[in-house]
């Protein structure tokens, strides 16, 4: 992670800090090696949400390696399906993530839709292929895809967060 961005987060004055880096190249299935959550999470982010590939990738402690697009403008990759997306809902404890809801989104040209049937079916394997290498498992509840990371395993995997008031914070 670059200097300038470590010290971008650290200087943060905020109950929770969420980093959204444009990292990685576009139609990237998979994040790429060089991506930091460890690095973000410590300089003081509770969650790094990365954003590039235009496609969602895996989910980590700490991480969502990419949020994929929420409003559909580029030609549609019939492989990668980047008609296909995920709104992620994060619920944080002690700025930590610890619960995350994602909900399948089809992208039709400039308009966004719940997905159905096959998108739907299509979306929640895509989450679970891209999450397995991370060790991270995925489970249905109603229309919504989730993870959960026990607050013990999300605080062992991104290492400390430094809480609002080293911040400077409340």
Known sequence: MPDWLAASVESVT?????????????????????????????AG????????????CGVAPGVLYDLGDFIDDCIVDPLLRNDCGLLFLVTLERALATHIEAVPLHLDCCRTRLARGEERTWIAARLWRACAPFGTEVREHDDRLIVEFPLSEAASAVGPVRSPAKRGGR
């Open 14 to 42: 905020a109950d929770v800090v969420v980093v959204t880096p444009h990292w990685g190249p576009n139609m990237a299935a998979a994040p790429v090696p060089h991506v930091g959550r460890r690095a973000l999470c410590r």
């Open 45 to 56: 982010g509770a969650l790094a949400a990365g954003h590039s590939a235009h496609v969602f």
